[in-house]
């Protein structure tokens, strides 16, 4: 079983939807959580980063950690089509030498005008 | 412009060349990393480098070599290159007293033929 399981989609929504993304874990020694955006054939542009359980708001951008489900998610508000890429996410148990993340696998995400 | 910056972009090679991919930044920041993506697999770290002449092995170090003269420079040499290392190869770095959240460049795709 991996560390950090990610439901590869495809997800694909209409113009102006709620999108939910979510990751589940196994490691409860995992403390930071982010998530990335990645357009096709570009690099991983982190996108949230929030430290331990809550919410964070940034924008049409809303992500939540439950630690007690071992369980992260992302909403996407009135969603665009320049939302459509591969959501990645991410997370570290902090206090390690390098600050090793350990990723998902992905879910790709295509939003339609 | 700041941030980091990958040559080259796209490199075609054949098995057993040596090939060198590039990666430099101008954030100053002390730790860097290698990582390879790949469909199934996702990210997978190769190397990472805590400060200049510092680097120790990731999870799929086997077939590359890094060095780390410079702060800012963090090269990657395939030293007999191998169809299997056909893939996209990110560099990412991370600032010092943050959590553990990594910076992408934008990526070499390298084909071996």
Not at chain 1, 11 to 29: D, H, K, Q, R
Not at chain 1, 71 to 98: H, K, N, V, W
Not at chain 2, 62 to 88: C, H, I, M, W
């Amino acid at each position: 079983q991996k560390e950090v399981e990610q439901d590869p989609g495809p997800l694909s929504v209409p113009e102006g939807a709620i999108v939910s993304l979510n990751c589940t874990y196994s490691n409860s020694a995992f403390q930071y959580f982010m998530w990335y955006r990645q357009y096709s054939r570009k690099g991983p542009e982190l996108l949230m980063y929030t430290y331990s359980s809550g919410n964070k708001e940034d924008g049409r951008f809303t992500a939540q950690v439950d630690k007690s489900s071992k369980y992260i998610s992302l909403f996407i508000r009135d969603s665009q089509p320049s939302d459509s890429a591969t959501y990645l996410c991410a997370m570290s148990e902090g206090g390690t030498s390098y600050g090793k993340l350990t990723f998902g696998q992905g879910t790709i995400l295509t939003v339609h005008p | 412009d700041a941030g980091i910056t990958q040559s080259p972009r796209y490199k075609i090679t054949e098995t057993g060349r040596q090939v060198t991919l590039m990666c430099h930044q101008t954030w100053s920041h002390s730790y860097m990393f290698w990582y390879r993506q790949d469909l199934g697999h996702g990210l997978r770290l190769i190397y990472y480098s805590a400060a200049a002449d510092i680097t120790d092995k990731g999870e799929v170090p086997d077939g590359y070599v890094v060095s780390r003269s410079k702060t800012e420079n963090f090269p990657l040499t395939l030293e007999s290159a191998t169809r299997s290392q056909t893939s996209v190869y990110f560099c990412a770095s991370r600032p010092p007293l943050a959590g553990d959240e990594q910076y992408f460049g934008p990526g070499t795709r390298l084909t071996v033929t």
